[in-house]
């Protein structure tokens, strides 16, 4: 395969779709070629180079908050704009936390949706169109989303975080008096919304991946229906499916609009689910546009460059597993 | 599970023989079946609930003068034709290096061996949280023209869908069978030829689909809008200066005590819905057909 890259008239190769090369090696046709060639190359370098020049960028901009506050600012709890002193803990908690909910919620719920779209359940015509229309919510502006979260959800769950408050403030989780329905368990609940189709739709991927016969083996040997997913199909698809659930992680992480307007933006870290909290990506959009240049902006960016490097590591691990799977599949 | 083989008397064990499944592995059957189906049913209220309500809310506020009017007038035109300036910004500067990046990764991807690495980088860039674009092209435009403007947007959006582009191009281009780029070869053609006269050609419409699906994400983007192309409530000035766009007006607005503008805010998220949803439904559509063939 390496060989004919270089030597495209060697005969003895058999042809097949890796090693063909259709370029012409002279004449005003091989000018040609030798231009196109280099502009394809120029703006794959383009592509490649977006990536670095977005990391080098937002370090280079957060330089004057990493030069003040070093790495303490990840433990720091305190944000005055003020005083210019920053700290990021309230905003990594929030961030982490309300992912942690979301993948909680969003887990199950796409799973079951996965399977229900892929196993024998219903008719093939009906899971495709499930399959379609879950895929649809991915689709939703996230703005509008949190219009709905805000207009829609929140009314309808108020009275139920109120209850629960009432009878299970005694759980550290659920102590708040009187919660108002802005808080971390509701932008945990509308980012499992939003995620809930990444993880359905490559978990059902997964799943349609794995061959019918392992399914025909485990029926044969007289396992239900379930038996066979729980220790057959889930097995054999696990690696896919935690891929499935980090690419869903990392969208969550970075999700900004829908969990600004329904998380109630107040940078504290409370244990209990039904308080305010804020997120790193919340904060960036409430406060970047008006910032003064020089710290502010300096701590904002320090804490984009914080996520950046989350969320680079989780899609990162997503990536890799999924391309693991994909080579031992093949 | 295994009770059956444990029972000693016949009667029972008859009986045992005659039911499919022991009592305790049908009910788990049961029971996880229901579970599924009401976990999927669960799914879809969401998606139900969002467009019946944006319906029920926005459609008695929609009116012709509204596409017409800025938002100052209480419409959303300088907001469509921001979106529309931004989105076409975005498009020219990612679809030909989408294009021509996805070209690489189907065509010479083959045997180039920097063509994983790339593939490997391009996911990663999918998965890049919007509003780190949106600092990006702050710090890459903004800071450079001193403007919050169009421009910077377009840049932002530009970001985020050349990923997408790149993916689909991909995707497209590897449906076209070998057998036809041979026989442009060997009928004379180069790379070039074959690559846009007969690859491309075939592909066109995957690709179109393509860059589609990425303007419809890219429409609907909030958050790098918010720290570049900012807002404007009347036309905007040019294309160095604040403009306004549909998702960043209904943010904007959406706790904004004047009734009028509330309802702006939903007769706007009608439009924004109907032309994202729109977009996706039809070209979903369009290449599962593709796939069927």
């Known amino acids: 395969m390496k060989n004919s890259a270089n030597s495209p008239y060697n005969n003895s190769l058999p042809l097949n779709d890796k090693n063909i090369e259709l370029i012409a090696k002279d004449g005003i ?11 394809v190359y120029t703006f794959t370098a383009m592509t490649v180079a977006m990536l670095f020049v977005m990391s080098w960028i937002i370090f280079k901009e957060a330089r004057p908050a990493i030069a003040k506050f070093g790495i303490e600012f990840l433990w720091g709890k305190d944000w005055d704009v003020g005083n210019e002193v920053f700290g990021a803990l309230p905003y990594i908690y929030g ?171 107040s940078a504290q870290i409370s244990a209990s689910l039904l308080d305010p909290a804020y997120t790193i990506p919340s904060v960036i959009a409430n406060e970047f546009a008006e910032a003064e240049r020089g710290l502010h902006i300096g701590a904002l960016t320090y804490l984009g460059l914080v996520l950046f490097g989350v969320t680079l590591f989780v899609n990162f691990g997503a990536v890799v597993l999924v391309e693991w799977v994909g080579k031992k599949n093949r | 599970m295994s009770s059956h083989q444990n029972s000693k008397i016949p009667q029972s064990l008859a009986n045992e023989l005659f039911s499919p499944l022991p009592k305790s592995r049908q009910l788990f059957t049961y029971l996880m079946n229901a579970i599924a189906l009401a976990f999927t049913f669960i799914a879809l209220i969401p998606l139900l609930s969002i467009l019946w309500e944006i319906i029920a809310r926005g459609i008695s506020g929609l009116k012709l003068e509204m596409f017409v009017n800025p938002v100052i007038d209480f419409g959303f035109g300088n907001a469509i034709l921001g979106t529309a300036t931004i989105v076409t910004i975005a498009a020219l500067l990612s679809v030909p290096v989408g294009i021509f990046t996805g070209i690489f990764l189907a065509e010479f991807g083959r045997t180039h061996p920097a063509a994983n690495f790339v593939r490997f980088i391009t996911n990663i860039l999918t998965g890049v949280p919007s509003i780190i674009v949106g600092v990006f092209a702050y710090s890459i435009i903004v800071l450079v023209t001193k403007q919050f403007s169009a421009i910077a947007g377009g840049f932002a959006l ?49 690709i179109t689909t393509g860059i589609l699906l990425a303007i419809a994400r890219a429409s609907g983007e909030t958050a790098p809008l918010v720290v570049t192309a900012l807002f404007s409530l009347d036309w905007s000035e040019g294309l160095l200066s604040p403009t306004a766009s549909l998702p960043v007006l209904i943010y904007n607005l959406y706790n904004d005590p004047d009734p009028q503008k509330h309802q702006l805010v939903w007769t706007s998220s009608i439009v924004l819905l109907g032309l994202v949803l729109f977009v996706s439904i039809i070209s979903r559509l369009v290449t599962r057909k593709r796939k069927i063939k």
């Not at chain 1, 009187?178 to 490559?202: V, Y």
């Not at chain 2, 970001?159 to 790149?166: A, D, N």
């Open chain 1, 29 to 39: 046709k091989g000018w040609f070629d030798q231009g196109f060639t280099w502009l």
């Open chain 2, 158 to 206: 530009a970001t985020i869908m050349l990923p997408v582009i790149v993916l689909t191009t991909e995707e497209a281009l590897k449906l076209v069978p070998t057998d036809q780029r041979l026989a442009s070869a060997a009928l004379g053609g180069n790379r070039l030829q074959t690559t846009f006269r007969i690859v491309v050609t075939a592909a066109l419409p995957a």
């Open chain 1, 95 to 265: 961030t982490l936390v309300s992912s942690a909910i979301a993948i909680l919620f969003a887990f199950p719920v796409g799973l079951a949706v996965a399977l229900v779209t892929s196993e024998n359940f219903l008719p093939v015509s009906i899971q495709t169109t499930l399959a379609f229309v879950v895929q649809l919510i991915a689709a939703i502006p996230s703005v509008i989303i949190g219009l709905w979260g805000i207009f829609i959800f929140i009314p309808a769950l108020e009275p139920l975080q109120k209850w629960i408050a009432k009878y299970f403030s005694w759980i550290p989780i659920f102590n708040t008096t009187d919660p108002f329905g802005t808080n971390m368990l509701t932008a945990g609940i509308i980012l499992a919304i939003m995620i809930l189709p990444t993880i359905a739709a490559i978990s059902r991927d997964v799943l349609l991946a794995i061959p019918k016969e392992l399914r025909s083996a485990s029926m044969a040997l007289g396992s239900t229906r379930w038996e066979t997913i729980f220790r057959v199909l889930l097995p054999a698809g696990f690696s896919g499916i935690v891929s499935a659930a980090m690419l869903a992680l990392g969208r969550a992480l970075g999700e900004t609009m829908a969990v600004t307007m329904v998380i109630g933006n």
